[in-house]
């Protein structure tokens, strides 16, 4: 099947999926958007409450503040590829809960293969633990690391900078960094060598790291899209 059926399939299934007690409290379901030949694919942490109403990702504040990141990027929305680790939206925006993430990995999985990136960009700790566990954000954002031929670069999720306003120029930083690998990757004859290593990336899946005792804990509890 070409990707365009692979991709209604999929979306079906998300919409109309009861696999947790999630689908008991949304408004819509948040499959994700973008083109399905996308380079680069975002990946969030779950829908806000602006996202369960519309059944789309990142449309709120969080969404308006991706944007302007993807520009520093020289990208644009429409470039891109954007879903998130859970499809409905947690009540409260609270922490995804690890039945949760279990319930709809597969869905993610899924994405993964169908749209095959060349960049995969984690936005917040949960999504960032799929493919870096035991690590924390603080350390390692902005980052990219390179397995089997595929690019991944842990990022804030872009609601922290909302919530602190500080980290606001970090994550301009971070995505002025994205837009330079990019364009490293797109010229396929140029070696891409990352910053100086902090951890070793693997593609196990694992809970969301715990925070350093005595260090800030890194303002992502409760901040989606």
Sequence with gaps: MDRETLAASLYARVTSCQLCALSQTRILAVPGEGPLDADVMFIGEAPGANEDKQ????????????SELLAAAGLARPDVYI?????????????PLPAEIDACRDYLDEQIDLIDPLVVVTLGRYSMAKFFPNQIISRIHGHPREVAGRWYVPMYHPA??????????TMIDDFAALGRLLRE????????????AKMEPTLQESPAPSPVPGAAKPVQISLFN
């Excluded at 879903?83 to 922490?95: F, G, I, M, S, T």
């Design 55 to 66: 059944g789309r990702p990142f449309v709120g504040a969080s969404g308006q503040f991706l």
């Design 83 to 95: 879903c998130n680790v859970l499809k409905c939206r947690p009540p409260a925006n609270r922490d």
């Design 160 to 169: 922290a900078a909302l919530h602190q306003g500080s980290l606001k120029a």
């Design 185 to 196: 990757v797109a010229r396929r004859d140029v070696p891409v060598a990352p910053p100086a």
